[in-house]
């Protein structure tokens, strides 16, 4: 009995409904002026106490979530004046940070550009959000689509503040992104007559989402890294550091960025990485739990690249806008805040209410979908409750075998059957309760459209990036955006190491910051990165014990297992 | 809401060896960070599609060894359990572009030549957190049948754990990510429409439309934006 007697009921009401919402189609889409009224009122980026003003920094006087606000003016985790920057244990043309789909599509293009490259990621080689990536990704390659329309749908979706130059070059990279990862081999799903198999997605006015069934991430990143590791294994000059993050960006004299500090998690030993260029690719930030909401990302997504640019001077954009998935797992609770592809609905579910009713069309870009279970949920007193304390919605997969016939839920969503079947929950029979989750960060590093950064020899690309999807990111633009981005960057990285001349090594850039943090009255903020979420049960710990990264307000268990048990 | 007063029931794990108490429902590994743990290994997405917290587990009356996904699987009464982190196993050296097959011969075996040397003892299978048919797509393998063993190990995570038991030292799950590379670059079907439009592009067609969208103000593309054609979901 996968759902508790209390939820039965509610579910019932979604069966009894299920054949009049497939005879009467979805509801209408939510018009403009109400859509900005919405979002404005239910969505989480527009709760005021949950933002504060920056006190130093290139942003200084912008507004960012609290729990980003104080990664970003927190301490370094270093003391330049115990850091012998003559030891250089790695010297590199280029050295990338990350290594999701946007440091691995940098490492590759800088290598094939004639740069000798490192890469530091903090887990292993590949362990990133890209793997969780399950519905696919955006290219515009059909003949009914272009560059010019699918830009339309990006800065329509991110509210019209999108840096133009950085919405073109997603819209035009796609078709070829889509080419070179076919090329690597990359198994893009396929129709009988040889064309891609292409699906809508909230917010997109063509079918133009690529899939590998819904392992499009996981099927990317093996191939990426596969191809890393082969390049390396041919003794070309790529190499990687797993478990060793980056700490602190090295500067020259000059102004320009010149290295890292890196640490090794497991014996905690630092090493300096002298290069001549770096590429920041290190993600997202859900593990940072902003306003509590559980998280879709993977461990390590801390935002510790937006840390390591803003310490250097580097300004942010949209810093201040976050993206919650409209289709977290809101039970079982073992999965709370788990990824529920959005590709369920765009291959035919509605989310329902408890009474089995609409309430927006399944297909609103992801800040108006979101916002409108939000609505649901907290004013209208629709949500379905669960034994945990969680509040939820339905969404009806079972639609979708029959609007499409049967086996198309197991053909299409092998990854979604499996993950709920392991808790008895069978969604090809029974709908699936969610919630909006964290998902994205939005904004991030400022860059140009060639994926530098105003600091020189400082390139960023993928999530940690903002700018290109204005305020909401459209659904399978993010995988996207890791290949275009991270291709320009590898290329500019490279064309940047040929040319620059470093400096001596300096980590005055740490110094300073100290005395901005002590003049601001910031000592008591927390050391960053973050590196790591701490989930270890708290009371576990003897006092004066100093555990790895901060502790979290957020665990997996903790009150929320008093909730639930 | 009576469940949420029902009282707390807690289980007896132990993690190599050593007894913890913890309360029921929550997975190996946030069992884990429940005694304490602050895992630097052996997690990854936590939620089933990296692969890095591959664990075996078995009971303490119960000495057959299983295996699962910490960040996917409940613990229970008296399960005993260990975390297996990835580890890499032994690949061959490739270039994806060589890997084009020829009419009679079998790349995967040239690439892989042990692969002969499997006996089907299923433990490849048995081990699998994916429940995938391991042993069936080594077989495809062994016939060079790239097709099948795309088919049958789409869904592998690469943890790792079929290399970690096979008593004769073969690399499944390589084997397998090696038939994927070769079939999507040399045998799946090309998509002219994707290949026009990148030449398309390239070609400069759409600069002007972009240029022109590109200088447009907020107000004016929310308009092209309201009244833009949308293509039905199919």
Redesign the interface.
């Known amino acids: 009995m996968p759902y508790p007697a209390s939820m039965e009921e509610s579910k019932r009401k979604v069966e009894e409904t299920r054949p009049k919402r497939l005879e009467k189609g979805p509801a209408d889409r939510i018009p403009a002026e109400e859509r900005d009224a919405l979002v404005s009122k239910f969505h989480p980026d527009f709760i005021k106490e949950q933002f504060r003003e920056l006190r130093i920094g290139a942003n200084k006087g912008a507004h960012a979530p609290l729990e980003i606000a104080d990664l970003l003016e927190g301490n370094s985790r270093i003391d330049p004046g115990r850091i012998d920057l003559d030891k250089v244990d790695h010297d590199v043309d280029v050295l990338v940070i990350g290594c999701g789909g946007a440091g691995g599509a940098a490492s590759l293009l800088a290598e094939e550009n004639g740069a000798s490259v490192l890469i530091s990621s903090k887990l292993r080689l590949g362990d990133a959000n890209t793997i969780g990536a399950q519905a696919g990704t955006q290219a515009c390659d059909r003949p009914n689509d272009s560059p010019a329309i699918h830009y339309l749908d990006i800065v329509g979706g991110g509210h019209y503040v999108n840096v133009p130059e950085l919405a073109e070059a997603l819209a035009k990279d796609s078709p070829d992104v889509i080419k070179w990862l076919e090329e690597l081999g990359v198994n893009w799903d396929k129709e009988p007559d040889n064309s891609y198999h292409e699906l809508s997605g909230g917010g997109a006015s063509r079918r133009r989402m690529h899939s590998c069934r819904d392992y499009t991430g996981l099927e990317e990143m093996r191939v990426i890294r596969d191809e890393i590791r082969q390049r390396n294994m041919h003794g070309r000059k790529i190499d990687w550091l797993e478990f060793e993050p980056a700490i602190e960006l090295i500067m020259d004299g000059k102004g320009q960025v010149a290295g890292a500090i890196l640490m090794n998690l497991e014996t905690k030993q630092m090493s300096i990485v002298r290069a001549k260029a770096v590429v920041i690719a290190t993600g997202g930030m859900g593990r940072t739990h902003i306003q509590g909401f559980p998280t879709t990302n993977h461990y390590g997504a801390t935002a510790d690249g937006l840390v390591l640019a803003y310490r250097v001077g580097c300004p942010l954009i949209h810093i201040d806008t976050m993206q919650y998935h409209p289709t977290g797992a809101a039970f079982p609770p073992q999965i709370l805040g788990f990824l529920v592809t959005e590709k369920v609905r765009t291959l035919g579910a509605e989310v329902v209410n408890c009474d089995g009713e609409q309430f927006a069309h399944p297909l609103e870009a992801r800040d108006t979908e979101a916002s409108a279970e939000i609505r649901e949920c907290k004013e209208r007193g629709k949500g379905v409750p669960t034994p945990t304390g969680e509040v939820g919605l339905w969404l009806d997969s079972p639609m979708i075998d029959i609007k499409r016939g049967e086996g198309t839920i197991q053909r299409e969503l092998p990854a979604m059957v499996r993950q709920f079947g392991r808790f008895n929950i069978d969604i090809t029979k029974e709908p699936m309760l969610v919630y909006p989750t964290l998902h994205y960060q939005n904004g991030g590093i400022a860059i140009k459209a060639d994926a530098s950064t105003p600091i020189p020899g400082l390139f960023a690309a993928g999530e940690c990036e903002g700018g290109v999807h204005g305020r909401n990111r459209l659904i399978g633009n993010s995988t996207l955006d890791l290949f275009v981005f991270g291709r320009r960057a590898g290329r500019a990285a490279a064309q940047w190491a040929r040319e620059v001349k470093l400096g001596k090594l300096t980590l005055d850039h740490v110094r300073k910051w100290h005395r901005e943090i002590k003049e601001a009255g910031l000592e008591e903020m927390p050391v960053s990165p973050m590196l790591l979420p701490n989930y270890a049960r708290q009371e576990r710990y003897v006092p004066g014990f100093q555990p790895l990264g901060q502790v979290s307000p957020y665990t997996p268990f903790g009150d929320r297992a008093v909730r639930w048990i | ?4 007063a ?1 009282k ?2 807690m289980l007896d794990i132990y993690i190599m060896g050593k007894r913890y108490r913890v ?5 190996i ?2 069992a884990l ?9 052996g ?8 692969g ?1 917290c591959g664990t075996i587990y078995n009971f303490t009356y119960d000495p057959t060894i299983r295996y699962a996904l910490a960040c ?3 613990v229970q009464q008296n399960m005993v359990m260990t975390q297996i982190p ?1 580890f890499p196993a032994a ?1 061959a ?5 060589d890997l084009e097959p020829k009419e009679g011969g079998n790349k995967l075996a040239e690439l892989y030549p042990d692969i002969l040397t499997c006996f089907g003892c299923n433990n490849c299978t048995k081990t699998c957190p ?2 995938l048919e391991v042993m069936e797509f080594m077989s495809d393998a062994i016939r060079g049948d790239y097709e099948k063993v ?1 088919e049958k190990s ?2 592998c ?2 943890c790792g754990l079929c290399a970690a038991r096979c008593p004769q030292g073969l690399q499944p799950y390589n084997i397998a ?1 090696a038939a ?6 040399h045998l ?8 026009d ?2 030449k398309e ?1 390239e070609e400069g067609q ?1 600069d002007a ?2 240029k022109r ?3 447009m103000s ?1 107000d004016e ?2 308009e ?3 009244k ?7």
Do not use: W
């Open positions: 809401m009576a469940e949420v029902k707390v029931q309360p029921e429902g929550l997975t590994q946030s960070e429940y005694c304490g743990y602050n895992i630097i290994r997690c990854g997405c936590r939620s089933g599609f990296c890095a996917q699987t409940v990835f690949e050296l490739y270039n994806v572009e994916q429940d795309y789409f869904d995570l690469l990510l994927r590379r070769l079939r999507a670059a799946a079907p090309k998509s002219q429409h994707n290949l439009r990148v592009i759409f439309e972009l969208l590109k200088k907020a593309l929310r092209l934006y309201a833009r054609e949308i293509e039905p979901a199919l």
